[in-house]
């Protein structure tokens, strides 16, 4: 452990681990296995890389992010460490070059995607080598129940089998008790330790908007906390995702589409603009994000109800994985809970899969329902208690006002009932505002008792309640996917006055900073001198990072930057001593950072 903490302070320029890093990488450098549980950000790349290179031989890091390998060596190989990748998108030759290094003992990390892995050749060239231990990143993609599920995963329990003196850890920042013991066992990982560290996110806000005209509320978001940040905007569909990026462009944001429909090489440039430039926005699907290491996120926002919490936790994750404040921002409307029900029941899984898969999207709701604190919810799904409300979420910043919802509920659920349970929300809404169109005329239900009994609400109001009652389980949706409305067994005693329903009432100027402090830039909690040289010191930092075809974040993080302005280092010796700066680094860019500070002091 002596020279794994030489390791960490002259390579990564840290003095001490975080979290329970000393224990699984003591773990893992005396042959032991490890399950590893850590947020987004928590550190849980230096759990491997560290033994990698305290053990002998080569650490081999098991990846689905083929995508993105290149730019996790390049980050390495700014370290001074002896990183490579094998995939398809390198030539024969490097290939070759590659493979040699490695029978030779030249490297100390390999990236490799599972499926490549997995071959008769991958394995028998590892056989050939000494190995250090077996990474297996995002085990969550192991999980059949998961948001990311690779079948390939399932197969991982081979190296077990053809290498059984080699230690493996499993990394993953998302998993509920199922789906740990699912990786548990999957991966032939009994014997292994378990490290659960916290889920807590505390940096990240969170915070749920509805009501009307989401993509509006966004802008209003984005102006106001993020006008100049990096961020993600995930959508549902595709066609949704280019239409917010047409938008987000015509409103002066640089916003690049991202999803599974479009050109690969497409797809690796918006990606790239993404991780190399400054402010950049990525609408997405789903398809985008795992593994990206982009530190300075700032905000992610969601246009779309998330599936599950596990899926909600780990898109949200992807912000402010430097520590520094963040965002996660979602809009949530009727429709989604209307289509992703909908998409449930029309897929073509088994029962037993789409009941659970049910389960995981109520999960969701009742967070968004939720009138407490969002982040004491979050924890305790996955099993961790909070003791006091977070401070840093919507419902803490601005406590909801809820409202006696009781009678409404009866109106809406009867108006349900006594159309037949064969129309939609905006109709039945319709009918409760004593709407007389022809359509309703001509079903008679003008002289229903329910026509016009809920003119005392608005149409808005009527749709908030509608979609609380979706939400609760008091209604359901048809399985043929036409959105039409039906009770539950649940909705009988609400209907008998048996019990009372409070309602969260919708708020007013929803999206409004709710702690006052706009979360932009890491400069903006900086005194304004201050403020110039962070913007000086980043500036230099975007040259050498141009010069050398690499993100900026793979040179310095924006906190060790933040560290050089409090600090002010005026020797190499002095800023060898900052936060995130290692020997490597130190010899590679100390003088140009130096000579930016020394302008401003001078």
């Known amino acids: 452990m002596n020279q794994a903490l030489e390791i960490l302070r002259k390579v990564f320029g840290y003095d001490a681990f975080r979290h329970r890093q000393e224990a699984i990488v003591r773990t893992v450098i005396e042959g032991g296995d490890a399950l590893v549980l850590m947020p987004t950000g928590g550190g849980k790349s230096l759990c491997y890389q560290i033994p990698a290179l305290v053990r002998e031989g080569t650490g081999v890091v098991v990846s689905p992010l083929i995508a993105l390998m290149q ?16 995939n398809s998108t390198l030539d024969a030759q490097t290939v070759r070059e590659t493979e040699q290094a490695l029978l030779s003992g030249g490297l100390d990390l390999l990236y490799v995607a599972p499926e490549r892995l997995l071959g008769e050749r991958t394995l028998g060239l590892l056989s050939r080598s000494r190995i250090a231990l077996f990474a297996i990143d995002e085990a969550h993609c192991v999980s059949q129940w998961g948001h990311d599920f690779r079948p390939e995963y399932r197969r991982l329990s081979v190296l077990h089998q053809r290498f059984p003196g080699v230690p493996r850890l499993a990394l993953t920042a998302t998993a509920d008790r199922r789906t740990r013991a699912e990786i548990a066992e999957q991966l032939d990982l009994a014997d292994a330790a378990w490290f659960v560290n916290s889920f ?56 690049l589409p991202y999803h599974a429909g479009l050109p690969d090489r497409l ?114 799904y996955f099993d961790e208690r909070l003791e006091e409300p977070c401070g840093n979420c919507d419902n803490c910043l601005a406590p909801p006002e809820t409202w006696d919802g009781t009678e409404a509920a009866r109106k809406a659920l009867s108006c349900v009932w006594r159309t037949g349970q064969r129309f939609g929300v905006t109709y039945v809404v319709d009918v409760l505002l004593g709407k007389e169109h022809e359509r309703i005329v001509a079903n008679r239900h003008h002289r229903l008792s329910t026509f016009g ?89 975007l040259e050498l990072a141009r010069e050398q075809g690499v993100p900026p974040y793979v040179i310095f993080h924006d906190q060790t930057l933040v560290e050089m302005v409090v600090h002010r280092p005026a020797t190499l010796l002095e800023m060898e001593q900052v936060p995130g700066v290692g020997e490597t680094k130190l010899a590679r860019y100390g003088r140009a950072f130096l000579e930016v500070i020394e302008r401003f002091e001078g």
């Open 267 to 380: 797809r690796a440039h918006h990606q790239a603009r993404f991780l190399r430039e400054e402010g950049v926005i990525v609408v997405a699907t789903i398809a985008f994000g795992m593994g990206i290491d982009k530190p300075d996120v700032r905000f992610v926002a969601h246009l779309n109800l998330p599936r599950s919490i596990e899926a909600y936790y780990q898109e949200t994750g992807r912000a402010g994985r430097d520590g520094l404040p963040a965002d996660a921002w979602m809009a949530y409307g009727l429709q989604d809970v209307i289509t992703l029900r909908q998409m449930i029941q029309e897929s073509e899984a088994d029962e037993s899969h789409k009941r659970i898969t049910h389960q995981k999207l109520e999960a969701m709701l009742g967070l968004c329902e939720l009138t407490s604190c969002r982040r004491q919810a979050l924890l305790a």
């Open 453 to 541: 009994i809920g003119a005392d609400l608005g149409a808005g109001e009527w749709r908030a309640i509608f979609r609380q009652l979706l939400a609760g389980g008091w209604l359901a949706t048809d399985s043929e996917g036409h959105g039409t409305l039906r009770l539950t067994e649940k909705a009988r005693p609400l209907l008998r006055g048996e019990v009372t329903l409070p309602l969260r009432r919708p708020a007013k100027g929803q999206g409004r900073s709710r702690g006052g402090v706009r979360r932009g830039s890491p400069a903006e909690s900086l005194p304004e001198a201050d403020r110039l040289l962070f913007e000086a010191l980043r500036a230099r930092r």
């Open 200 to 255: 807590d996110r505390p940096n990240i806000r969170y915070i749920v908007s509805d009501g009307a005209s989401p993509r509006d509320r966004l802008w209003r978001f984005l102006e106001r906390e993020h006008p100049r940040d990096a961020g993600i905007v995930y959508c549902l569909s595709r066609k949704r995702v280019e239409e917010v990026a047409e938008w987000l462009s015509r409103k002066g944001r640089v916003a």
């Open 71 to 86: 730019d996790q060596v390049e980050a390495l190989r700014q370290l001074g460490i002896r990183a490579a990748f094998l």
